[in-house]
């Protein structure tokens, strides 16, 4: 193993040169989230302990009821995500990682 280098920034180059294409890849897909600034909220973001109310129950039950007698009128998951400009695989990737 290298010296350790001063500047952080130059012992990340230094390993990288050493490491396989497929851990590249893999430290590309984790740089990546961690410069988007959604990935990096929702990491930091507080674990949700807060109990869900009954009517919070009874609005999701009226919804799925809605969706269950209306299935012409949703809209697909698919779509959903272009409009965010994410595609099926990134999200399972993304999922992946998790």
């Given at each position: 193993?290298?010296?350790a280098?001063?500047?952080?920034?130059?012992?990340?180059?230094?390993?990288?040169?050493r490491i396989?294409?497929?851990?590249?890849?893999?430290?590309?897909?984790?740089?990546?989230?961690?410069?988007?600034?959604?990935?990096?909220?929702?990491?930091?973001?507080?674990f949700?302990?807060?109990e869900?109310?009954?009517e919070?129950?009874?609005?999701?039950?009226?919804?799925?009821?809605w969706?269950?007698?209306?299935?012409d009128?949703g809209?697909?998951?698919?779509?959903?995500?272009?409009?965010?400009?994410v595609t099926?695989e990134?999200?399972?990737?993304?999922?992946?990682?998790a």
């Amino acid at each position: 193993m290298p010296h350790a280098a001063t500047n952080p920034k130059q012992e990340a180059h230094e390993f990288i040169e050493r490491i396989s294409f497929a851990q590249a890849s893999a430290v590309v897909t984790l740089i990546t989230s961690m410069l988007d600034p959604v990935d990096r909220a929702l990491a930091n973001a507080p674990f949700e302990d807060e109990e869900i109310s009954d009517e919070e129950n009874r609005t999701d039950a009226a919804s799925k009821a809605w969706l269950a007698e209306h299935p012409d009128q949703g809209i697909p998951f698919d779509d959903i995500l272009a409009e965010l400009g994410v595609t099926a695989e990134e999200l399972r990737q993304r999922q992946d990682l998790a």
